[in-house]
Nanobody, 128 residues
Framework: QVQLVESGGGSVQAGGSLKLSCTAS????????MGWFRQAPGKQREGVAV???????GYADSVKGRFTISQDNAKNTLYLQMNSLKPEDTAMYYC??????????????????????WGLGTQVTVSS
């Protein structure tokens, strides 16, 4: 049973920083693709940053240069460092994982439907 548990959300002022963590358990196999998604009220869930088991990363245009995705395999933990936060970054942030390691390479890693495993989310609120 795969479990993903997010933490690190909170409330910050515009220009501030937060670091989200996602601890994974029960994931078997060496290949995977993991990502951070966000969903604001009334909007679709969107892919923010992704990383695969080879360490390849990708970012949505809206967060490039501000967010950094990373992983600590020894701790089974995925991170999202968020800098220069803007009010439009306000959303529930979700961690997602799938064993299909090729998702980033074939261009489907930013689609929520590509992932079989999800955490419950952590709220990020950015005030102006």
């Amino acid at each position: 049973q795969v479990q993903l548990v997010e933490s690190g959300g909170g409330s910050v002022q515009a220009g501030g920083s937060l670091k989200l963590s996602c601890t994974a358990s029960g994931f078997t196999g060496s290949g995977y693709c993991m990502g951070w998604f966000r969903q604001a009220p009334g909007k679709q869930r969107e892919g923010v940053a992704v990383i695969d088991s080879d360490g390849n990363t990708g970012y949505a245009d809206s967060v490039k240069g501000r967010f950094t995705i990373s992983q600590d395999n020894a701790k089974n933990t995925l991170y999202l460092q968020m800098n220069s936060l803007k009010p439009e970054d306000t959303a529930m942030y979700y961690c997602a994982a799938d064993s299909r390691w090729w998702l980033l390479r074939v261009g489907t890693a930013y689609a929520a439907k590509s992932y079989n495993y999800w955490g419950l989310g952590t709220q990020v609120t950015v005030s102006s």
